[in-house]
Nanobody, 124 residues
Framework: QVQLVESGGGLVQAGASLNLSCSAT????????MGWFRQRLGEERDIVAT????????YYADFLKGRFTISRDNAEKTLSLQMTSLKPEDTAIYYC?????????????????WGQGTQVTVSS
């Protein structure tokens, strides 16, 4: 059983940076792909970024244009998302999630364990 807990969200002004973190329990973290997702008010949940089991391969949604960086520390069982140049449209609940696959396929349905989410609000 895996439990995921996000932290690091908050209210910031446009142009600021935030670092989100996701702590995991369980033994399988280092063998699983991970991802960050977000859900804006009234919209479906979207992929933000994914990372394979050992951190050697990452994927980012096109709309990010290089502003976010996903990383992981398997020894500490943590997943991070460094967010820079934040925009009001980045306002959303951000979730981390785990896939039992080692390499993500870019399909949200592959991710079967989810954290509770952390709110990020960017004011203009």
């Amino acid at each position: 059983q895996v439990q995921l807990v996000e932290s690091g969200g908050g209210l910031v002004q446009a142009g600021a940076s935030l670092n989100l973190s996701c702590s995991a329990t369980g033994r399988i973290f280092s063998t699983c792909a991970m991802g960050w997702f977000r859900q804006r008010l009234g919209e479906e949940r979207d992929i933000v970024a994914t990372i394979n089991f050992d951190g050697s391969a990452t994927y980012y949604a096109d709309f990010l244009k290089g502003r976010f960086t996903i990383s992981r520390d398997n020894a500490e069982k943590t997943l991070s998302l460094q967010m820079t140049s934040l925009k009001p449209e980045d306002t959303a609940i951000y979730y981390c999630a785990l896939s039992l696959r080692a390499w993500p396929r870019g399909m949200i349905t592959d991710f079967t364990s989810w954290g509770q989410g952390t709110q990020v609000t960017v004011s203009s």
